[in-house]
């Protein structure tokens, strides 16, 4: 697996630093400092302008590996990025053709885009259902017996992530269930033996 990150406007500098620790974390030195270790490899994750940048630190101007992950995000993923990010998750609508269970991932994913994003949870939860399709509110509604948004964040988050489950599970079951043709479904093939 190759870990390297180049300073590419669409590379996602929380994953890729996700990723260094995961991969380095797997590594132990006796007698050596785990951020230590992190610091002195960090260099060989990053690629191009991405090196240069780490490079240009002059001398030991960076001195631990909490310091050079707050240089990194401050230049990969700048304030406008953030704001940006809060716009995309606030403005969160489910698509006409997407499931329950697709929206909520595809909103998780937003979520995760923007680690620094800042909404608490219950705000995260508004902004979800608030962005759902009328059909898609009704049916948590009746999943509750009563409006979702008066049950608890907890309870309306185990009644959505129950609801996800059952429809991508119906999802998952119409894709293979195999069609019968009826009558009026003859392929050219079959059209041609009549």
């Not at 050596?32 to 991405?50: I, P, Q």
Request: one cysteine or more; aromatic letters at 10%; charged letters at 25%.
């Amino acid at each position: 697996m190759k870990l390297c990150f180049h300073s590419l406007p669409n590379k996602d500098p929380y994953a890729h630093l996700a990723t260094y620790i995961e991969i380095w974390n797997t590594v132990r030195l006796v007698g050596v400092l785990e951020d230590a270790f992190r610091f002195r490899l960090f260099s060989f994750s990053l690629s191009r302008e991405a090196k240069r940048w780490l490079h240009s630190f002059k001398g030991n101007s960076l001195k631990t590996w909490d310091e050079v992950v707050e240089k990194f995000l401050k230049k990969y993923f700048p304030e406008s990025k953030i704001v940006e990010g809060k716009a995309v998750i606030s403005s969160f609508h489910q698509f006409p053709d997407e499931s329950l269970s697709e929206g909520l991932e595809r909103f998780r994913g937003l979520l995760r885009k923007t680690p620094t994003h800042g909404f608490s949870e219950p705000i995260q939860l508004n902004i979800f259902i608030n962005g759902l399709r009328p059909q898609a509110k009704q049916l948590l509604d009746a999943s509750a017996g009563e409006k979702i948004k008066l049950k608890t964040p907890e309870e309306a988050m185990e009644l959505i992530e129950n609801t996800a489950a059952s429809d991508h599970a119906i999802l998952r079951d119409r894709a293979h269930i195999p069609t019968k043709r009826s009558l009026l479904e003859l392929s050219s093939q079959d059209a041609l033996l009549a």
